[in-house]
């Protein structure tokens, strides 16, 4: 039901002078409406202040009538268990082959210490990525070990949900030991894995994926695994890496193939997908071709801001939740950010390696104090909550000072001992 007090139309001082095509596509928004991947493409087109301001207030409107006003955010703390890998994504800072300098793997100790420092300062989320290595097995399998990750963290503590790996890892686990994608999450559910990361995503097209991630899934296999993942009952997020070389119709497709699955997986009865996070291209520390070819190391604000607008117009009334990523913005681009339509600034992350080690600026952790500041800045309620937006009723707040900002991946010979 909308609101009596949201008001449902853009401020009419910045109406004179909007484009009749955008001011059309807006007024259809405000209607409730889906638009078309051609709609969303003229959005994205919108080079004038005046279309930019129409088209976030439109965002902030719908983010408003969706969800609230309030502001979400997670105590998680991530753990990249190994930077070994044997693919060699274009953009990516993060992987070593294993005698590189700087290989690392983190042992189960490390594992297990970190999981428990997690618990103890309140985190309720443990978010779980690393790179793919085929030397990760137990008994000859890389089941088990994947299984053995998880089963470290719930020994730590029982109530930390496990978000852990990327449908990404799920296909490297599978062609490893020669099961079926279905066989794998159900395993690692039954472990304890209790949603996953739609990390991995980049960009849905495959001529895209070509260039950025070449051994990547294909954008088929990687909506095949989300959807199994929701189907097994794993909710998942979703993500798109905007800003290296793709096209803003590329951008609208890949939303486009978002939202079909989302509306296949509630139609069949799913969770499905809990929210959707913007991941701009930081290319700073990123191997040279690419970043020749995309000509700057970080993120364009405003691109990012007005595609973050789109996706909420796009996708809103499919995926209601929205996450900018402070880790490639910055906090203050993330707090801008909740101005076009997000309506959660993340997680405290406690260590962050992926993105920092490509250059980003937004650092490895931000104190829960600092989350909460950014959303009072906006003078909007901020709201604790669990990974799948539940509310937590016993808040335990983190002090800023026993944050663990260390890198305490141990680079072992055999880890696994
Ligand atoms: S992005 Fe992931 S899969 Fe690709 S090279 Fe880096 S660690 Fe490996």
């Not at 959005?43 to 309030?70: H, N, P, W």
């Amino acid at each position: 039901m909308i609101e009596p007090t949201i008001k449902l139309r853009i401020e009419p001082e910045i109406k004179p002078g909007i484009e009749p095509e955008i001011e059309q596509i807006l007024e259809q928004v405000l209607l409730g409406k889906d638009i078309s991947v051609a709609a969303g493409v003229s959005l994205l087109q919108a080079k004038s202040e005046r279309d930019r301001e129409a088209i976030r207030q439109t965002a902030d409107t719908l983010r408003l009538r969706q969800v609230g006003d309030t502001v979400s955010y997670v105590l998680n703390r991530n753990i990249n268990y190994t930077n070994i890998c044997e693919q060699h994504c274009s953009f990516c800072a993060f992987r070593r082959d294993a005698d590189q300098a700087g290989a690392y793997w983190v042992d189960w100790s490390g594992i297990l210490e970190k999981a428990t420092e997690a618990a103890a300062l309140g985190a309720t989320e443990v978010c779980m990525q690393g790179g793919l290595n085929p030397e990760a097995k137990i008994n000859g399998t890389s089941l088990a070990y994947y299984c053995k990750l998880v089963e470290t963290i719930k020994a730590a503590s029982p109530d930390l949900h496990v978000h852990a790996f990327s449908p990404q890892e799920i296909q490297f686990i599978a062609r490893e030991d020669h099961l079926s994608l279905e066989q794998v999450l159900k395993a690692l559910q039954t472990a304890g894995v209790d949603s996953l990361p739609g990390t991995a995503a980049e960009v849905l097209d495959d001529s895209v994926r070509k260039i950025l991630c070449p051994e990547k899934t294909t954008a088929a296999e990687w909506l095949e695994i989300v959807g199994l993942a929701h189907k097994v009952g794993l909710p998942t997020t979703s993500t798109m890496l905007s800003g290296h070389i793709e096209t803003i119709e590329q951008q609208m497709l890949h939303l486009d193939l978002l939202r079909q699955l989302q509306m296949r997986s509630h139609a069949a009865g799913y969770r499905g997908i809990t929210e959707f996070i913007l991941l701009p291209f930081v290319g700073q520390e990123a191997p040279k071709p690419l970043r020749r070819r995309v000509g700057r190391d970080q993120p364009v604000l405003a691109d990012a801001l007005l595609l973050t607008a789109v996706a909420r117009i796009f996708l809103g009334n499919w995926i209601v939740n929205h996450q900018p990523s402070w880790v490639k913005l910055g906090l203050d681009g993330a707090t801008e950010a909740l101005r076009w339509g997000c309506n959660d600034i993340g997680g405290i992350l406690m260590e962050e390696h992926i993105t920092s080690m490509a250059g980003a600026v937004g650092g490895t952790c931000q104190s829960e104090a600092d989350l909460v500041g950014a959303i009072a800045s906006l003078n909007r309620p901020a709201r604790q909550r669990d990974t799948l937006y539940g509310t937590i009723s016993a808040k335990t707040s983190i002090p800023h000072s026993r944050h663990s900002h260390r890198h305490t991946a141990t680079a072992s010979p055999h880890p696994l001992a």
